[in-house]
């Protein structure tokens, strides 16, 4: 059983976070200093994050070829730092606390009166910034931790109650079994991780023990649209309220309408039509995200004609089918999607504004192209055009010499129509040349092919401007 009452951070007045450019960890630091400790971290290298974060009071080292621990007590790190990286390897043998980064949040989510905890293989970020987005616009202050930056908020993070808490939960490895929130929200389970879970066995188990740790009222709000979800749920013995496309679910979508770059639907309770609900992100995987916000928030007291009302001002988490420019003939979208299922979605999501759609993947990991290579040659169906462009690693080696090209020929055995290989410094030039009027152009993945879609999205503008 989870000790809810610890708090390991309670004792430290300077923390210093390896990384603190990350989305995960750069929350995490503006979360501490609203505290009251005294935050200061490293990056390999300068990005927007750590420029921000110098702006807010936090002190940024970029480099970690030496360290600055003076007067720090504690340090924190994440899985992407590895057990020889300079500064932890100096952290320990200093005798400084060292904690991995879920140890933190976990302990912070832990003390908190109300905790809400959004986990699952896909839709966590969005999913986790509805709900924040929408209980700071009831009035209700919660402090948020989501692993993009909220648009309507510009910020990965929400600093409010401390004893209410929102939180995206990492399930990449394993280390969401560390916390124990009063509610949860499960969006669906799912193969991805290959290298933390040897099979969907490993990964239910590890769902079933975090639903052990679930504090009073210990409910859990989950996908009935998910076979295994379902399973999963049921078998943990915790209370539980569903949420689907089926009227069998306690609640459900119907009517649903595809708008250019939104949704709408009838929402229903136990059966019964309870509120028309319009969203501005688009896709019936944002659908099903909404339900499950609705879902739990009505547990929380809220009328749901007042969460639909807030839903229909959401505008999106950056990189979850983030427009980065948008004229009549040409949009230009940038998304994280770098899981077949979420491949498959975002294009499908797409494909409904009834455009032609040319998509640019980036793989993310040698370990996910290696399983998936299957699964990735029937994601691409609804995209009329494909560029591929070569693995991101993410740290990883190539021990089995995987690369795009092994995906570029299922989907072309697949019959996809015109499927070509290009180097990322390619892409840009490319798709100026051969671009034609009514597209949109979807830059997909994890890894850095959001730079490509930005730089792409500024040629294309300065284009336009030119021959203005």
Not at 94 to 100: I, S
Not at 206 to 219: A, E, H, M, Q, T
Not at 294 to 315: C, H, K, T, V, W
Not at 408 to 418: A, I, S, T
């Amino acid at each position: 059983m989870i000790d809810t009452s610890r708090d390991i951070i309670g004792s430290s007045h300077h923390v210093y976070l390896i990384g603190i450019g990350g989305v995960g960890m750069s929350a995490l630091a503006r979360v501490l200093k609203y505290q009251g400790l005294q935050v200061s971290g490293s990056d390999a290298r300068e990005n927007n994050t750590t420029k921000q974060l110098l702006t807010e009071g936090i002190r940024v080292y970029i480099g970690q070829n030496e360290t600055r621990f003076q007067d720090v007590d504690t340090v924190i790190y994440s899985t992407a730092i590895g057990t020889q990286h300079l500064e932890l390897k100096t952290a320990r043998q200093m005798g400084l606390k060292v904690y991995h980064r879920a140890e933190v949040l976990s302990s912070l989510l832990n003390q908190a009166e109300t905790s809400i905890a959004v986990t699952g293989t896909h839709g966590k970020t969005t999913t986790s910034s509805m709900v924040a987005y929408v209980m700071s616009q009831a009035g209700r202050r919660p402090t948020c931790l989501v692993g993009g930056d909220v648009l309507n908020f510009g910020t990965n993070t929400i600093l409010g109650d401390k004893n209410l808490w929102v939180s995206e939960v990492d399930e990449s490895d394993k280390s969401h079994e560390l916390y124990a929130p009063n509610y949860v929200i499960l969006t669906n389970l799912e193969m991805d991780h290959v290298d933390h879970y040897a099979a969907m066995q490993d990964l239910e188990s590890s769902f079933l023990r975090f639903l052990s740790n679930l504090r009073d009222p210990g409910v859990v709000i989950y996908s009935e649209d998910d076979e295994i979800l379902d399973r999963v749920v049921h078998e943990s013995g915790r209370p539980h309220i569903s949420f689907g496309l089926s009227t069998t679910a306690d609640y459900s979508a119907q009517e649903i309408k595809i708008n250019a770059f939104g949704t709408e639907f009838d929402f229903y309770e136990a059966g019964f039509f309870s509120a028309t609900v319009r969203l501005s992100v688009p896709g019936i995987h944002n659908v099903r995200n909404a339900l499950g916000v609705m879902a739990l928030l009505i547990q929380m007291g809220m009328d749901p004609s007042e969460i639909g009302n807030y839903l229909s001002s959401f505008r999106g988490a950056k990189r979850r089918l983030e427009v980065k420019f948008k004229t009549d003939d040409v949009v230009v979208v940038d998304d994280y999607a770098h899981h077949p299922t979420e491949v498959k979605a975002s294009l499908k999501a797409l494909k409904g504004v009834g455009k032609k759609v040319i998509a640019i993947f980036q793989p993310h990991r040698f370990s996910r192209t290696s399983h998936f290579i299957k699964e990735f040659s029937q994601a691409f169906e609804d995209a009329d055009e494909l560029i591929l462009t070569d693995v991101y690693s993410a740290g990883e080696a190539n021990l089995e010499n995987i690369n795009v090209n092994m995906i570029c020929e299922q989907v072309k055995k697949n019959g996809h129509p015109p499927v070509i290989t290009l180097a990322k410094e390619a892409i840009t030039r490319y798709l100026l040349e051969h671009l034609t009027p009514g597209s949109i152009i979807a830059f997909l993945g994890a890894g850095d092919i959001g730079d490509i879609a930005d730089e792409f999205a500024c040629r294309f503008k300065n284009n336009i401007a030119s021959k203005s």
